[in-house]
């Protein structure tokens, strides 16, 4: 069986391919690739902020960089495949520029600002959207949902709020 999806990470960030963050981000999306199947291995590459300002600008029309971008190739594929070739159904783009501001001002970790746009990525590419309230809260959730499963320790650091 090929493997739901394959991670990319950037060149310049070794950071980013430890065991832990490959682990952690692995698992989360297997568990929402087995509650949301795909048929298809999905490409997740983790990239710059320029690179999502092209990417926006070309397909959206958007001339500005995004945290992330799913783009099916479902359609259009042949509907009988040979076995033995790997169908891809989708790609996802993540900017860890994004993710690491991002991060920061919700006093969470990289990693799970990461998996927080990695889920809604492979939601997206599951059929999901989130053009009305009701459908936002239920995308929302849904990550929620799924990071709690797959909670890294909590690294955060602890407000004043929260003493």
């Known amino acids: 069986m090929a493997e739901p999806f394959h991670l990319h990470f950037p060149d310049d960030r070794p950071d980013l391919t430890t065991t832990f963050v490959s682990q952690y981000l692995d698992g989360l999306g297997k568990s929402v690739l ?3 199947p795909l048929n298809g291995t999905i490409e997740i590459v983790l990239t710059s ?3 999502l300002e092209r990417l926006n600008t070309n397909f959206r029309g958007v001339n500005k ?3 992330v971008l799913s783009f099916s190739l479902q359609e259009g594929q042949p509907l009988v495949v040979a076995e033995s070739e ?8 993540i900017s860890v520029e994004r993710a690491t501001q ?7 970790t990289l990693w799970e600002e990461l998996g927080r746009l990695m889920v809604h990525g492979l939601l997206h590419l599951a059929g999901y959207d989130h053009d009305t309230e009701e ?3 239920f995308m929302e959730g849904e990550t929620e949902s799924f990071l709690r499963r797959h909670n890294l320790p909590d690294t955060r650091p602890v407000t004043s709020d929260e003493r």
């Open 102 to 108: 991002q991060a920061a001002s919700l006093h969470v």
């Open 65 to 67: 960089p995004t945290d």
């Open 49 to 51: 902020d320029e690179e």
């Open 86 to 93: 790997e169908r891809t159904a989708g790609e996802i783009y």
């Open 135 to 137: 459908t936002l809260r």
């Open 34 to 36: 087995d509650a949301h």
